[in-house]
Structures are given as C-alpha cells and as structure tokens.
C-alpha cells in the first residue's frame, strides 16, 4: 500500500491509499477517514460505494460526513467504482459502463471477467486490507448512492453475517428491470437474464437468509426515480417477504450529493447504533 495523501479533519485523519488488488487485478485507490477516536482504540468501519461517474473522492468531498463520524468514533473506508487502467473495448465510451461503473458485481463475460471483480473486491478484499493496516475492528457497515446503493444493498443482502446494518440514498433498487442495470448485466453477465438475479436486491430480499433491516433515502425530485431507480418496487418485494425497511421520500431532493448531505448524520448514527 502506498499512501498518497494525509488530511487532518475534524480531529481525525483522511487518507488516501494506492495498492495493487488481487481480485480486480489492476491498481486500486481508496480512501479512509479515521476518527480521533482511532489514535487510541480500535474503531468500526462504514463501507460507502459510491455511484456512476465517481471514484473515492466525491464522498469525501461533498458528502460533509466527516464532522459526525468524527463524533461517533467512526472510520469511513471509500473505494473506487471500478478497475482502471485496463482499455477494453466500449470502456470508455460512456458514462454507465466500464470505466466508473463496476456495478459492485463479478464480471462473468470477457474481457471484463479478467478485471472487474468489484463485489470479491468490496466485500473481501478489501475490508481484509482495512482489517490488517488500520486500527479498526471487525464490525462493518454499509451504504452507498445510486450505483452504489445498489452495490450496498446487495453486498449486505448476500453477506449478513459480515455487516451490522446497510443504507442507501438513491438506489439502483431493481436494477434487472432497468435500463442502467439492463445495459451493465449484459455486459457483465451477458444474456442469459437467470445469472442476473443474484445481482438484484429486490430479487435478493425474497430469500435473505437473515432479515437485515433497510434504511433508504430517495429523493422526490430526482430525475432518474422512476425509469432507473424503482424504490416501490423494492418496498413491495420486502413487504411481500416481511423483510424490513424504512424507505423515506425526501420531498424536493434530487440526485445529488446536496441530497446525500442532507441526510448523511442520520445514516451515520443508524450505522454507529448498530455497531456499537
Ligand atoms: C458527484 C455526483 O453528483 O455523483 C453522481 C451523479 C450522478 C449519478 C448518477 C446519474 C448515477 C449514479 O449511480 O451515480 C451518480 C453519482
């Protein structure tokens, strides 16, 4: 691992890291917030994913998390959204696919099945690393936006026994039956729609092995609700299986990151009474 920058924030340290990752082998950043509370006890760690188009910067830039989590003792790992470096065909043509848009599954079809691994990187690797090299402990939570909601959701979904609690702003909630999701399983999965549905979370919630509760925000004035995003669809498939959930429609909010900031100390306090 290779630091590359150190940022002192509200008593607590932002760090940013560069390090070669087996699973989507290519060369990995991430950032950490460590709270002050980590200079002298072990912390847990909230996994944020964050959405199309991003990497581990937009959170820790615009997200304005930092003053809680500070508060709560609470580290905060940001991955990137997908392998770089690689030049496959089609990767950088578009801001839904390839390049910042890992979609936090495992990529069955080549050339992508080489490299993109983000979900074995999310919920593997990554927390190992996190695990070995910084004063945190074992307990994890989850959450993410848009893409990254998804990508929370199902990492969480699939894995109980490894996350306290999950959050999403925005999710990509049924992303089978989505032009985003439809776009990116093909490519990743190909055609063959039954290899998709493990990718799904409200195909996911019908058979959870465990009944992680689901705390969702979704803004009310947020473009790509209906056609993309598809919250009901997710609500009636949980209350179909009595998985529970808390969705909240934010009247006025948008998809941006003015949205996650305004709701992102409710998360982190959901987050740090589950791990506490
Ligand atoms: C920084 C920022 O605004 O991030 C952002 C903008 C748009 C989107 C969209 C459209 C989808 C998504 O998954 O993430 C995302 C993130």
């Known amino acids: 691992m290779e630091l590359l920058s150190s940022t002192k924030s509200f008593g607590g340290w932002l760090k940013r890291y560069k390090h070669e990752s087996l699973s989507v082998k290519s060369e990995m950043t991430f950032a950490i917030y460590l709270p002050p509370q980590a200079e002298t006890q072990k912390v ?53 696919f390839g390049s910042a848009a890992g979609f936090y599954i495992n990529a069955t079809v080549e050339p992508y099945s080489n490299t993109y691994h983000m979900y074995d990187y999310v919920v593997q690797e990554l927390p190992h690393l996190v695990e070995a090299n910084f004063p945190v402990t074992e307990k994890r939570s989850i959450s993410g936006h848009s893409m990254g909601g998804h990508g929370a959701l199902i990492c969480a979904l699939k894995n109980p026994e490894k996350y306290q609690s999950v959050s999403a702003f925005a999710p990509i909630a049924n992303p089978t039956n989505c032009p985003w999701g439809e776009k990116a399983f093909t490519g990743y999965l190909g055609e063959d729609k039954a290899t998709w549905n493990e ?78």
């Open 199 to 276: 990718w799904d979370a409200t195909l996911l919630v019908e058979n959870a092995s465990e009944r992680l509760h689901l705390l969702i925000d979704q803004g009310e004035a947020d473009n790509f609700l209906e056609e993309q995003l598809k919250p009901d669809v997710l609500l009636e498939a949980c209350e179909k299986a009595d998985h529970p959930i808390t969705l909240r429609r934010q009247l006025g909010y948008d998809h941006s990151y003015f949205f996650i900031a305004s709701f992102i100390d409710d998360h982190l306090e959901h987050h740090a009474k589950a791990l506490s």
């Open 44 to 96: 847990p760690v909230l996994y944020w994913l964050s959405g199309l188009t991003c990497n581990d910067e937009n959170f820790t830039q615009k997200a304005g998390a930092f003053r809680k989590a500070s508060e709560l003792g609470l580290a905060i790992v940001c991955p990137d959204t997908s392998p770089r470096g690689t030049d496959y065909p089609h990767e950088h043509e578009s801001y839904d």
